[in-house]
């Protein structure tokens, strides 16, 4: 299992990146949550299986095709013993 936090920077507010995010997630089948900063960053939080994960983070460095993703930074998260049932959007 794999759990990480990543930060997306560029144009990914108001053009359906975590709605997008949700969808990949959901397909992949890893549980977690994205959700939008203050800043106009977007954060995924993610956890699963490790190539599951990766993938999710590979689709996440276009997102959408509306999106422009400028940079991808990623952490992996010590298990810190928050788990995820499914993914959501959060706000």
Known sequence: MKKIR???SGRVQGVGFRMSTLQQA????????????RNGNVEIVASGKADKVDELLKWAKSGPPSAMVNHLKVEVIANDGEEFVGFEIRR
């Open 6 to 8: 990543a930060i997306v």
């Open 26 to 37: 959901r397909q992949i089948g890893v549980s977690g949550y994205v959700r939008n900063l």
